[in-house]
């Protein structure tokens, strides 16, 4: 095994200016009920596998029940999960930690998140820095709650084995995560991700930005994407030079709220150039949009796709919509389609192109109150169209 303190048993530690360098297995690792371990001024790194098969190599490892504390602490090159927080009772905080540079798994080349909480365990991060690690800058699942305060997650990676993910946020089967002012920049895929019945994302203060495609297949690049049933409720945020969508709501029961939020300036998918669109909507999401400047997105500012799928805009400024970054088509303000539903309330469409609103197609509807349509440009390609 090789690892490098084991606190176990309902034993207590206290450790304060102390490293653990090169360990196997996990460096760190607090298991069972009543056991508490706090950490100061503590450097963890470059944890190996076990020899015997090539798993693990975790900076903290915390299990069972475990209640553990850090604070002023660096977890740097470590394999596999940086810190993860496991089962029910089990209570995590860090406050002034940095967990960068998290390797694969030294089996399998996969994984080599910064923070993993699930099965019931609680972890709060208050200023914190995920930096440069793989897979996941964090990930939350089957019950887990991570609870932030000034948390900084950028440059995640795909992961070695599939060259795919590089989440900045990853919630999903149940996992929470609540809190406010997170900065998620330079990750791939996905910037927050959430997905599955009862997974949910609440934060206030939230920077999204400069979100990549995977290294495979250079397909995706989203800000938010909530999906399967998932819910998001988010409080004046930016999304801004994302690929691909700024926010993207799919499937029934998925429902996402963006109260005072600017979503702009996003490019075309890293494949092809396609879509580059600010928020959309389709297989039966509801999104709620309240207090919003939408501008300089490309191919639609807003849009809505299949029946069942719901857009509502309120006070909602979207200007400036340019064509697809492939091949200049469209730049539509609003764009409802395939039985989808769109409300707009107070909505100030300015300077998009091709048309300013758009429906197509039966089933569909667009209801709008108080709107102002003006100045719609014609296609990039030709000038023709410029409807309202």
């Known amino acids: 095994r090789g690892g490098g303190l084991i606190v176990w048993e309902g034993s207590t530690v206290t450790i304060a200016r102390a490293a653990f360098w090169g ?3 996990g460096a760190i690792m607090a298991l069972d009920p009543a056991t508490s371990v706090r950490l100061e001024d503590v450097a963890v790194r470059d944890t190996l596998a076990m020899e015997a098969d090539g798993l693990l190599g975790r900076g903290l490892d915390c299990e069972a029940g475990a209640q553990v504390e850090v604070a002023r602490a660096a977890f740097e090159g470590n394999r596999e999960i940086g810190v993860v927080a496991y089962d029910a009772t089990t209570s995590v905080v860090l406050t002034d930690v940095v967990v960068r540079d998290t390797q694969v798994q030294e089996a399998d080349g996969l994984y080599g998140n910064g923070l993993e909480v699930a099965g019931g365990a609680e972890l709060r991060a208050e200023r914190v820095l995920l930096d440069g690690n793989r897979s996941a800058g964090a990930m939350v699942y089957n019950g887990g709650l991570l609870v932030v305060a000034d948390l900084v997650i950028r440059d995640t990676e795909s992961e070695l084995a599939t060259a795919s993910y590089g989440r900045g946020v990853l919630v999903q089967n149940g996992g ?10 330079r990750n791939r895929d996905v910037g927050v991700f959430a997905g599955g019945a009862g997974a949910t994302v609440d934060l206030t203060d939230l920077v999204v930005v400069d979100t990549r495609s995977q290294e495979s297949g250079l ?3 989203v800000g938010l994407y909530v999906l399967l049933g998932a819910g998001a409720d988010i409080g004046r945020a930016l999304f801004a030079d ?3 969508i700024g926010v993207l709501a799919a499937d029934s029961d998925t429902t996402v709220s963006l109260t005072d939020v600017v979503v702009r300036d996003p490019l075309g998918r890293q494949l092809d150039g396609w879509f580059g669109g600010g928020i959309h909507v389709e297989s039966g999401a509801q999104v709620d949009l309240v207090r919003a400047l939408v501008e300089r997105n490309r191919q639609s500012g807003l849009s809505a796709i299949d029946a069942g799928s ?9 200007r400036d919509t340019e064509g697809r970054e ?9 764009e409802a389609a ?10 100030l469409l300015d300077g998009n192109r091709d048309a300013g609103v758009y429906a197509g197609q039966p089933g569909t509807v667009v209801t709008a109150t108080d709107v102002l349509v003006r100045g719609t440009h014609g296609d990039a390609r030709d000038g023709a169209a410029g409807r309202g």
């Not at 809190?179 to 998620?184: E, H, I, T």
């Not at 719901?310 to 979207?318: K, S």
């Not at 395939?338 to 909505?347: H, K, M, Q």
């Open 338 to 347: 395939d039985g989808a539903r769109i409300e707009l309330t107070r909505v």
């Open 176 to 185: 929470r995560v609540e809190g406010a002012r997170l900065l998620s920049q």
């Open 326 to 334: 492939a091949d200049g088509v469209s730049g539509r303000g609003v």
């Open 310 to 318: 719901v857009l509502r805009a309120t006070d909602t400024v979207l």
């Open 23 to 25: 360990n196997r297995m």
């Open 219 to 221: 397909d995706w690049g």
């Open 242 to 244: 994302n690929r691909t």
